[in-house]
């Protein structure tokens, strides 16, 4: 059975950090593509950032910068380190197993259960 948990989510001032960490189970590891999303109230779920099993990196352009995703394949876990966090930021962040077609992110049905993160201005 796959399991995907997050961890890390808080309340952190405008300009803190965080680090999220998205643990899988139940599947092999080295080679998974995995996305992080975000949704914030009233919005579309909206993909972060993304890694490939070589680990080749993409994110959405409002955390170009800001946010670094990265993966410890020995401890099945994806990382996404945070910084300058602004309130637009605020969101539940989800991760997701997913595929690159035409080299665009495309996930499949297998989500965590999210994680909060509250930026205050």
């Known amino acids: 059975q796959v399991q995907l948990v997050e961890s890390g989510g808080g309340l952190v001032q405008t300009g803190g950090s965080l680090r999220l960490s998205c643990a899988a189970s139940?599947?092999?590891?080295?080679?998974?593509?995995i996305g992080w999303y975000r949704q914030a109230p009233g919005k579309q779920r909206e993909l972060v950032a993304s890694i490939s099993g070589g680990g080749t990196t993409t994110y959405t352009d409002s955390v170009k910068g800001r946010f670094t995703i990265a993966r410890d394949n020995p401890n099945h876990t994806v990382y996404l380190q945070m910084n300058s966090l602004k309130p637009e930021d605020t969101a539940v962040y989800y991760c997701?197993?997913?595929?690159?077609?035409?080299?665009?992110?495309?996930?499949?049905?297998?989500w965590g259960q999210g994680t909060q993160v509250t930026v205050s201005s």
């Open positions: 997701n197993i997913g595929y690159f077609r035409n080299s665009a992110y495309s996930p499949l049905d297998y």
């Open positions: 139940g599947i092999t590891f080295s080679s998974l593509v």
